[in-house]
């Protein structure tokens, strides 16, 4: 071995001097020289034949007869080759377990009592440890969360020699229970693993499950929906075709859904300007003052949607151009990501024919009828003030009463006048800036001889002493007054009816209440509706056209205000209105 590690014979090296041949190890020969030790063994590294290697020297004593040293065995191994193969493999071992412990999943290595052998970081972290060495103190059968889990898969460890997505629950060294999934292998006496903590994968699938369910749950919904809607119901596309639609708007055009699905609603509904104009809806000159169309493209370029729209427009139905009356809402909704539109139509066109004919017939009527009552009660005034000779007690009790029924009849011709003006946009109202407590100090003059009838007096309680808004003197007057009569007709004898005058978030407020008989439940909703009353035969008694509350809230209204009332059994009712203060 020696003379191969120097590439010479044996007999070479014979009364060759030991420190010329191994000048290397000079120091270990004085030394085992000097010594008294049977044999030393090192490992040295040395610059030989112009590189570097490794040599295993061992250096051993051997005696003559009489036990004394006789010379030196020197045993010289050249392991260079397998000091490289060494410092391969230490580096190899350092870099895998260098990724095992930065890996995703945990992994390990266990005998079948469940002492850890390996164990990498992440498994560690998973488990809840700060350190791989604390995790090694419990061990993994610690960790499970049901001992059944661990029984299960020894038995199919030991059946099958492997197991793949082995799931089970793991509670943490700080209590935490987690889901994991798991792959192992028995390895001899051992166990090799690798566990994926799944809990949040777990949570993610059972959201979605629970997602996907209520999406398919509110999908049968939205079926369902368009399936009996009474009105006509329809889904677009951001292209404003149409995509999904129910029977009530198969009937309404009398088309199948064939004719109308993918098309634009002009040329599925059978528009006279889109059947006219070869290039279809939205083409023809005519299209670009289409309401329906300009709605429909406003709602999904503003993102606002419209509601109750009401449009006029003409269609070819069954090959006869009809003109109807619509309804259209829309609003843009979002789905699958994409940007559509929930489009829905009802044909008004009966009640705006209905609505024509009674405001025609309101108008002849109330026309027709306040003329001659206007001669009735001229007649009867003049009768009343004896113009015509002077009438006995009882003839004059029911001229009187005649007159009387005559300004009943004639206030609510007037109403019912006010009323279609207002509703068709005819009446013309007059605004200036003005003192609001000017005017409530004229009605309440006004009134004065009215509230003197019920037994109550009007008072104006301590407020701001200027308030200005822009009105229609005129028609806020009405308002005032239709309120001071109220208050005044069912407030109890003997009591005030208090006015307040106040400014509240900018807006001027007066308020008007009175001590008596509180609203009614059920005529709370609509007490702002036309010809609301109370109880009939109290309201007989009062007096009243059932339209005053009516006329109030369109004029407030139409002045950008508001109207309400408050009414409780303890502190009475009490009608107010807003209008915008002048800043």
């Known amino acids: 071995m020696f003379s191969a590690g120097f590439s010479e014979r044996a007999g070479s090296f014979e009364g060759t001097d030991l420190r010329e041949l191994c000048p290397w190890f000079d120091d270990e020969l004085n030394s085992f020289f000097t010594g008294d030790g049977e044999s030393v063994s090192f490992e040295k590294n040395v610059e030989f034949g112009g590189e570097q290697r490794c040599f295993n020297v061992i250096l051993t004593r051997f005696e003559n007869d009489t036990g004394k040293s006789s010379g030196i065995f020197i045993c010289l191994e050249d392991i260079t080759a397998r000091k490289e193969a060494e410092e391969i493999l230490t580096k190899s071992e350092f870099e895998y377990r260098a990724i095992l412990d930065k890996m995703l999943n945990g992994v390990y290595k266990t005998n079948l009592d469940g002492d850890y052998v390996y164990a990498n970081e992440r498994l560690a972290q998973i488990f809840g440890y700060d350190s791989v060495d604390e995790l090694f103190q419990d061990g993994i059968v610690a960790r499970y969360k049901n001992i059944e889990d661990r029984e299960l898969l020894l038995d199919i460890l030991k059946k099958d020699g492997s197991v793949e997505r082995f799931e089970l629950d793991i509670v943490t060294k700080g209590g935490e229970t987690k889901n994991i999934v798991l792959n192992a292998i028995m390895d001899g006496d051992n166990i090799s693993g690798m566990m994926l903590d799944i809990t949040d994968l777990r949570k993610f699938r059972e959201e979605l499950q629970n997602a996907l369910g209520e999406a398919e749950r509110q999908r049968a919904n939205w079926q369902a929906i368009f399936r009996i809607a009474p009105i006509g119901m329809l889904l677009l596309d951001e292209n404003l075709r149409i995509i999904q639609l129910n029977?009530?708007?198969?009937?309404?055009?009398?088309?199948?859904?064939?004719?109308?699905?993918?098309?634009?609603?002009?040329?599925?509904?059978?528009?006279?300007?889109?059947?006219?104009?070869?290039?279809?809806?939205?083409?023809?000159?005519?299209?670009?003052?289409?309401?329906i169309r300009g709605a429909l493209q406003n709602v999904f370029n503003s993102g606002q949607p419209v509601y109750d729209k009401e449009i006029r427009k003409s269609f070819f139905i069954d090959g006869v151009e009809k003109s109807i009356w619509l309804s259209i809402s829309a609003e843009p909704i979002i789905i699958d990501g994409r940007e559509h539109m929930l489009f829905t139509m009802d044909d008004v066109t009966l009640r705006k024919n209905a609505e024509q004919m009674k405001n025609d017939f309101v108008g002849v009527v109330s026309h027709e009828l306040r003329t001659p009552l206007t001669s009735i009660m001229g007649s009867l005034g003049l009768l009343s003030a004896g113009s015509m000779g002077k009438l006995s007690g009882e003839a004059l009790d029911l001229v009187d009463i005649a007159y009387r029924n005559g300004e009943r009849l004639l206030d609510l011709i007037n109403d019912i006048l006010d009323i279609e003006k207002m509703e068709s946009g005819k009446l013309i109202f007059d605004t200036r800036p003005i003192d609001l407590l000017v005017l409530v100090r004229q009605s309440i003059e006004d009134n004065y001889a009215y509230a003197q009838k019920y037994d109550v007096d009007f008072e104006l309680l301590d407020g701001p002493d200027s308030v200005e808004v822009e009105v229609d003197p005129e028609r806020l007057l009405q308002v005032i007054t239709n309120l001071l009569a109220n208050a005044a007709k069912y407030s109890d004898s003997g009591k005030a009816v208090g006015v307040k005058v106040s400014k509240v978030e900018g807006?001027?407020?007066?308020?008007?209440?009175?001590?008596?008989?509180?609203?009614?439940?059920?005529?709370?909703?609509?007490?702002?509706?036309?010809?609301?009353?109370?109880?009939?035969?109290?309201?007989?008694?009062?007096?009243?056209?059932?339209?005053?509350?009516?006329?109030?809230?369109m004029i407030v209204e139409k002045h950008g205000g508001r109207i309400g009332f408050e009414s409780d059994e303890n502190a009475g009712t009490t009608f107010y209105f807003d209008l915008p203060l002048i800043e």
């Open 507 to 553: 807006f001027a407020r007066v308020g008007i209440s009175n001590e008596g008989s509180v609203i009614s439940e059920e005529l709370r909703d609509k007490i702002f509706e036309k010809f609301a009353q109370g109880d009939s035969s109290d309201s007989r008694k009062k007096g009243g056209t059932g339209l005053g509350l009516a006329i109030s809230k």
């Open 247 to 291: 029977d009530v708007v198969e009937r309404m055009f009398s088309r199948g859904s064939e004719d109308i699905l993918g098309e634009l609603p002009g040329d599925g509904f059978g528009c006279i300007n889109s059947i006219d104009d070869p290039g279809g809806c939205g083409s023809g000159p005519a299209c670009e003052s289409c309401e």
